[in-house]
């Protein structure tokens, strides 16, 4: 099977910088996506890590270990806008198309 | 921009209706998901398509099934609706067959069985 583990919710001030931290288990392994959900929104793709390292797209960054099978997302100079549930997900081994497996979702709070 | 739209955002039906979700998406995408959401268990694949007529069952697909008559077009059926059935309900779509293809999602439908 595969399973994706994440911290189900994070707390941080304006300014700060957070890190959701995603382990996986998987069979086989295609990369790691991360999607930003608002409250009562449609999750919204953030990045793609095929390769072990940092991508970084403004205030934030993805960073991926196949080694260590785990992955991060790095939130950046947190803007009350940056409140939103965060997924981890990879896709499925041996799949036509882009069929993920999501981990739980972190929800973050900013606060003020 | 990709446009996913989910006939309705909320919607209660009775124990034992048949109930049909739809899923509408306007860029010619190959592929169409349904998703569960659930607090804490993040988002569960019911069933995918990749091409029109073609159907896979994803990790939970007892008591769903799917059509997909029409490229643009995706449904999901509750053959006889039941209360564990109450949660978001999300549609996604993606074009070809390349892992880092993102998924476009719909606003989701709420459904509440009682």
């Known amino acids: 099977g595969q399973s994706l583990e994440q911290p189900s919710e994070v707390t941080a001030v304006e300014g700060a910088i957070v890190q959701i931290n995603c382990t996986y288990q998987?069979?086989?392994?295609?990369?790691l996506s991360w999607y930003q959900q608002h409250d009562g929104g449609a999750p919204t793709f953030l990045s793609y890590?095929?390769?072990?390292g940092l991508e970084e797209t403004g205030r934030f960054s993805s960073f991926l270990s196949r080694s260590d099978s785990y992955g991060y997302l790095l939130l950046q100079e947190l803007q009350m806008k940056d409140s939103a549930s965060y997924f981890c997900?990879?896709?499925?081994?041996?799949?036509?198309?882009?069929?993920?497996?999501f981990g739980g979702g972190t929800r973050v709070l900013v606060k003020p | 921009d990709v446009k996913v739209t989910q006939s309705s955002r909320y919607l209660v039906k009775r124990t034992g209706e048949k109930v049909f979700l739809e899923c509408v998406q306007d860029?010619?995408?190959?592929?169409m998901f349904w998703y569960r959401q659930d607090p804490g268990l993040g988002l569960r694949l019911i069933y995918f398509?990749?091409?029109?007529?073609?159907?896979e069952k994803g990790d939970i697909p007892e008591g769903y099934s799917v059509s997909r008559e029409k490229k643009e077009r995706f449904s999901l059926i509750l053959e006889s609706a039941s209360t564990n059935q109450t949660s978001m309900y999300l549609c996604a779509s993606s074009s070809g067959f390349s892992y880092n293809s993102p998924l476009h999602f719909g606003n989701g439908t709420r459904l509440t069985v009682t």
């Open positions: 890590n095929a390769l072990d």
């Open positions: 997900a990879a896709p499925m081994i041996k799949a036509a198309g882009n069929k993920l497996t």
């Open positions: 998987t069979s086989g392994f295609y990369g």
């Open positions: 398509s990749y091409d029109v007529k073609m159907k």
């Open positions: 860029m010619d995408h190959e592929n």
